[in-house]
Nanobody, 130 residues
Framework: QGLLVESGGGSVQAGGSLRLSCGVS???????MAWFRQVPGKEREGVAA???????????YYSDSVRGRFTISRDNNENVLYLQMNDLKPEDTAMYYC?????????????????????WGQGNQVTVSS
């Protein structure tokens, strides 16, 4: 069974930057990789996604709340998925998870649906203070 191992996260002041990493070596043939976040009492929210298949545009997808501040990328040589987070705001405070869809359930742009992903990282806390 595949394993996603996350690292990064932590605490920063507003306006600062952090980078999350997720080892994806078990998922070289994945359909879509993404980052989600969740705060207590709320549903998991899609933050950014990157489709992997050659037949699908590799343009990243972002939620409106992070577009222009966050960047999702993948190092294919090292098999690592990244989320670079700049200009962080207190409302970005959450537990962040990487996720992988191997079955194509995020087809037709449904990248932000958490139920389309079968594999999840353990989560990393990001805390932004004002």
């Amino acid at each position: 069974q595949g394993l996603l191992v996350e690292s990064g996260g932590g605490s920063v002041q507003a306006g600062g930057s952090l980078r999350l990493s997720c080892g994806v070596s078990d998922f070289a043939d994945s359909y879509c990789m993404a980052w989600f976040r969740q705060v207590p009492g709320k549903e998991r929210e899609g933050v950014a996604a990157l489709y992997s298949l050659d037949t699908i545009s590799r343009t990243p997808y972002y939620s409106d709340s992070v577009r222009g501040r966050f960047t999702i990328s993948r190092d294919n040589n090292e098999n690592v998925l990244y989320l670079q987070m700049n200009d962080l705001k207190p409302e970005d405070t959450a537990m962040y998870y990487c996720a992988v869809d191997v079955g194509g359930f995020t087809f037709n742009g449904a990248w932000s649906r958490a139920d389309g992903y079968g594999y999840w990282g353990q989560g990393n806390q990001v805390t932004v203070s004002s």
